[in-house]
């Protein structure tokens, strides 16, 4: 079918068909995406399944219109706010593999349109509702899943404000978690930080300093923690929240036992008062990770199995469960649990811009976003091995600082001197290099199929062609002979 686009018609037309056949409107937006039918619907506009009948495979996609019910100019004008808000999150954030792309925004016959990745599969209160409550290992898979994608948008500056299980899809061929709808998303500043916005979310999933108008990145760790909490229960949250203890009871109504060291990181994360809580996504990553030995249960009758340690529930069988992680945090209080957590799990293009932001806040350069040769100089050697040690570690000697610096010497080349010839040849060994020249850091190998030494590389001067830009690994060579490394 073509479903027509027009509020006040919507006839479902004959497949093909180019003009509506009751209201004459034109069914094809931007000359390809054709509506199907209606997939959601809000107070502020519709969300249709299409397709895109400009490739020729017709792959599906989202098409969501901006149609506001509300009455008021001011409500209305905030809608179209957030709305073209959402397009700019989503070209943004779009890239990350578990956040739907961006594919257009316009406006046509003087409403706006957003076009985007169509995600096959079911959103988690609909495995909800199918399925029933989940247990514990479907809980810290989730966690897995979604905390390096809430790292990921955080550290873009950008609240989701509306995490819930409607909002998290599980794509159907691969069961990857994704995502969606920031439609409520907050860009956040230091200066929007401290200034009351819109209240917006999802009653029972925001949080309370949410509700003010003043969210934070606790907030969207608040949501996620709620969203935990219903998802093992299948009850309601304003029924979890026991308004006249001021507490919540989510315990009272599980039907499964839950394992002690777990349901402390969910209390944790749904702390009322902000500065109990989690402050950032790397502190709950931390959490659920470091639980390496077995703990208490709370119980519910009748009685449970034996306990389980969150670490072996992570990595349900067949697959061994992963090495524990041991919090890092180095002799200056840098914390490295979010680059060990990355590297734990082979996240390595996540691990190589963590270990770039990390380098750059130790040396007191995030502002400029690069390196000089001042502060690679003087870069503390504890913080340079700490990070080095984590790359041998869990790459099996595959990628790291060493590694490079090793091949760099093998190839000919001498510290604190530069030889072309050379240093081409140290960049083709690693896979920097090719004879079409420099490999930009968007198209490198984020495998361990990659050649050995190929990472980490997100280091150097942003804006520069790739030569100048590598450069600079020249100087961090020198820095480990100076820290014997």
Not at 45 to 62: H, L, M, N, Q, Y
Not at 82 to 88: H, P
Not at 125 to 148: C, D, M, R, V
């Amino acid at each position: 079918m073509s479903q027509c686009l027009n509020p006040d018609c919507l006839l479902n037309n004959l497949p093909n068909t180019l003009f509506c056949q009751h209201c004459g409107v034109k069914l094809l937006l931007a000359e390809r995406y054709r509506a199907l039918e209606i997939i959601g619907q809000g107070g502020f506009g519709r969300t249709f399944k299409a397709i895109d009948e400009f490739k020729p495979s017709k792959p599906f996609c989202v098409i969501k219109q901006f149609f506001p019910q509300a009455q008021g100019t001011e409500t209305v004008e905030k809608a179209k706010q957030l709305f073209e808000q959402e397009a700019v999150r989503l070209d943004e954030l779009g890239k990350h593999p578990q956040i739907p792309e961006l594919y257009a925004y316009f406006t046509q016959d003087n409403r706006q349109y957003l076009v985007q990745e169509y995600i096959q599969g079911k959103n988690l209160q609909q495995e909800l509702e199918e399925s029933g409550t989940f247990n514990e290992t479907q809980i810290l898979q989730l966690l897995k899943k979604l905390l390096p994608v809430l790292y990921f948008v955080h550290k873009n500056q950008v609240i989701h404000r509306d995490i819930k299980p409607e909002n998290l899809i599980r794509r159907a061929s691969d069961n990857q978690l994704f995502l969606v709808d920031f439609g409520a998303a907050k860009f956040a500043t230091r200066t929007a930080l401290a200034v009351t916005g819109t209240t917006i979310g999802s009653a029972g999933y925001a949080a309370p300093e949410q509700a003010l108008g003043k969210a934070n990145f606790s907030s969207d760790i608040y949501s996620l923690g709620v969203t935990c909490i219903h998802l093992l229960t299948q009850v309601e949250p304003f029924q979890l929240y026991d308004v006249s203890e001021g507490e919540w009871v989510w315990r009272d109504y599980l039907t499964a036992p839950i394992n002690q060291k777990l349901g402390e990181v969910l209390d944790q994360m749904l702390q009322q008062a902000m500065k109990k809580r989690y402050q950032s996504v790397g502190e709950v990553v931390n959490a659920v990770s470091s639980q390496a030995t077995p703990s208490k249960t709370v119980r519910i009758p009748p009685p449970p199995p034996p306990p389980t340690s969150l670490t072996t529930v992570i990595a349900a069988p067949p697959p061994p469960p992963p090495k524990s992680l041991i919090k890092v945090v180095s002799a200056r209080g840098v914390d490295y649990s979010v680059l060990q957590y990355f590297l734990s799990q082979k996240q390595w293009k996540d691990a190589d811009e963590e270990t770039a932001r990390l380098m750059l806040k130790v040396a007191g350069r995030a502002k400029d976003g690069w390196l000089d040769t001042g502060s690679i100089d003087n870069f503390p050697c504890e913080e340079i091995r700490t990070i080095n040690n984590l790359w041998i570690k869990y790459s099996n000697v595959r990628f790291g600082f060493t590694v490079q610096k090793q091949i760099y010497l093998e190839t000919g080349n001498k510290l604190g001197q530069y030889n072309q010839i050379e240093w081409y040849r140290f960049g083709e060994e690693i896979g920097w290099k090719t004879k079409d020249g420099w490999v930009r850091t968007d198209n490198l190998n984020f495998s361990l199929s990659a050649p050995k030494g190929h990472l980490p590389r997100g280091l150097g001067p942003i804006g520069r062609y790739e030569g100048a830009k590598l450069g600079i690994y020249r100087l961090v060579f020198s820095r480990l002979a100076n820290c014997n490394l």
